[in-house]
């Protein structure tokens, strides 16, 4: 009997600590497998933007200079000073523009300008530029010179009514090293990146090594050639999260394991059924039920193992928390792309995330942390969201609201399916719901808005009122407060608002007081 029991003992311990191991190593896999698919997602999506908003600048040379009826009857009187100060040489002059080569010719090539870098042979020898000449249209390039890629826009010499083709013009931008930290700077502050043009791709596929590296190509399609971004991230932060964390699970569970092993032995006879209960409770941690607990015992000595394998329970239960703490600074990095494009956000969301807690505070809502960290992200889905729109100074037109009215989703998308943010992700998702229906994205109606989400929306709206954005100016508190009464049953629940007015003017009272004092 004795020797069974120690064999039994020992098995299941062995059971257990392997379940734990494997169980551990199976959600870091799949939770560094679902980091990868977002920051592969969220990468690629800024070097289109960046090779965009590369050729769209080059663009609006194109049309503010070729399509010119005075640049046709210069380019005939071969008039090289004009054309320098007007529609060539100035743009070379000018650094803030970044144009490293202009060609302009005649319709017969008998008449050439050229500026900059001494490429234009090269220039004229490109499908591009034959486009331009032969069918009066305008395309985009990647061309090799040097073993050097360089952007190249064509566009034929137009009249004003864009009539007439009467010649070329071309503008060319190196993708040089100082091209590419610009877009290094874009894709990340946080993390270390080697990024290379080439007309060849590295990598078949997204490639990973020791929970830190990242390693993919990246096609970079234009309208006569095909050439790739061959990127390389490195990230420490995640190697933090999912190694070294890992490790301390790991040793904890050992070092129970061991406690537990030695006082099986010891105590076999009096402890027969109290092992029992130590081994459920341990396996039932290791499938994933972290608030399992062991049971006390009438022996003191015994208790001391319940003690070990709760305590063992609770360092899981918070190296868990840990890991969703790096799930959250992996979505703050993610959102640090929205606020390079939009610098209202960062502080619109600390300030969103300080409203909420207050009314929060004052109905004693029960998961303030979660509705910290939701208010924080409410708009994480802005990352989606073309810079023009965001920033627009003007009223957006149907159209680009539509498009704005996507960054809901969005964050749901980009959050769902992590379990830190189960909760969080139901007041990125509602948060423009009204309390009348007339909200979105699902025009949920009254108590089916859930609370997190009704209260999200009332500080957002409120800073939002408060603060200047580019198409007008703020709102004084007194007047914001009095357009919140106005809309209190219609785009709001009455009582938070009520809650969020009582609250505020306590805590301008303190702040009042308190700079009385001083």
């Known amino acids: 009997m004795y020797k069974r029991l120690?064999?039994?003992?020992?098995?299941?311990?062995?059971?257990?600590?392997?379940?734990?191991?494997?169980?551990?190593?199976?959600?870091?896999?799949?939770?560094?497998?679902?980091?990868?698919?977002d920051f592969y997602g969220s990468k690629v999506d800024l070097m289109d933007y960046f090779i965009d908003q590369t050729v769209e600048d080059m663009n609006s040379i194109i049309y503010s200079n070729a399509v010119w009826t005075d640049l046709q009857e210069k380019i005939d009187e071969k008039d090289?000073?004009?054309?320098?100060?007007?529609?060539?040489?100035?743009?070379?002059?000018?650094?803030?523009l970044e144009i490293d080569v202009i060609l302009v010719t005649s319709e017969d090539i008998t008449f050439i300008d050229k500026h900059g870098e001494d490429v234009h042979s090269a220039l004229m020898s490109t499908a591009a530029f034959n486009q331009a000449l032969q069918m009066d249209t305008m395309s985009s390039e990647i061309i090799w010179i040097n073993q050097m890629p360089m952007i190249i826009v064509a566009a034929p010499v137009l009249d004003n009514n864009f009539n007439k083709p009467s010649g070329t013009y071309i503008v060319g931008r190196w993708l040089d090293k100082s091209q590419l930290n610009d877009l290094s700077s874009i894709l990340g502050k946080d993390i270390t990146s080697v990024i290379s043009v080439n007309n060849k791709k590295y990598y078949d596929s997204v490639s990973t090594e020791k929970y830190s590296i990242i390693r993919f190509s990246h096609e970079i399609e234009l309208d006569h050639s095909v050439d790739y971004f061959n990127v390389e991230f490195n990230s420490p932060v995640y190697r933090k999260a999912f190694v070294v964390t890992k490790n301390h699970?790991?040793?904890?569970?050992?070092?129970?394991?061991?406690?537990?092993?030695?006082?099986?032995?010891?105590?076999?006879?009096?402890?027969?059924?109290?092992?029992?209960?130590v081994i459920d409770?341990?396996?039932?941690?290791?499938?994933?039920?972290?608030?399992?607990?062991?049971?006390?015992?009438?022996?003191?000595?015994?208790?001391?193992?319940?003690?070990?394998?709760?305590?063992m329970a609770v360092e899981i239960t918070y190296r868990i928390k840990e890991i969703d703490k790096n799930y959250l600074s992996m979505i703050e990095i993610m959102a640090s792309a929205v606020e390079l494009n939009d610098a209202y956000t960062s502080e619109h969301n600390l300030r969103v995330a300080h409203f909420a807690r207050m009314i929060g505070e004052y109905i004693n809502f029960e998961h303030i942390e979660t509705l910290d960290v939701a208010a924080r992200l409410h708009d994480i889905g802005k990352i989606s969201v073309p810079t023009e729109i965001l920033n627009k100074p003007g009223v957006l037109t149907e159209k680009e609201f539509e498009v704005i009215k996507e960054h809901p989703v969005a964050g749901y998308q980009i959050m769902d399916n992590i379990d830190f943010f189960k909760d969080v992700k139901y007041g990125v998702l509602y948060h423009h719901e009204r309390y009348d229906g007339k909200g979105y994205p699902e025009g949920l109606k009254g108590d089916d808005i859930p609370i997190i989400a009704q209260i999200i929306s009332v500080a957002d709206v409120f800073d939002a009122l408060v603060t200047d954005r580019p198409y007008r100016k703020a709102f004084s508190v007194n007047k914001a407060l009095e357009i919140m009464v106005e809309n209190s049953g219609t785009m709001f629940n009455p009582m938070l608002v009520s809650a969020f007015i009582n609250q505020y003017k306590v805590e301008m009272k303190i702040v009042g007081e308190s700079v009385a004092g001083s």
């Open 6 to 37: 120690m064999i039994l003992a020992l098995l299941l311990c062995t059971i257990a600590i392997s379940s734990i191991f494997i169980g551990t190593t199976v959600i870091n896999h799949q939770s560094w497998q679902e980091i990868i698919d």
């Open 80 to 96: 090289y000073e004009w054309l320098y100060d007007n529609a060539t040489g100035y743009i070379i002059d000018n650094e803030n």
């Open 249 to 277: 699970i790991m040793a904890i569970i050992m070092s129970i394991g061991v406690i537990c092993v030695f006082l099986t032995l010891l105590y076999y006879r009096k402890m027969s059924r109290a092992i029992i209960n």
């Open 281 to 311: 409770a341990v396996s039932r941690i290791s499938e994933g039920e972290y608030d399992a607990r062991a049971g006390g015992t009438n022996m003191a000595e015994f208790n001391h193992l319940v003690e070990a394998v709760n305590k």
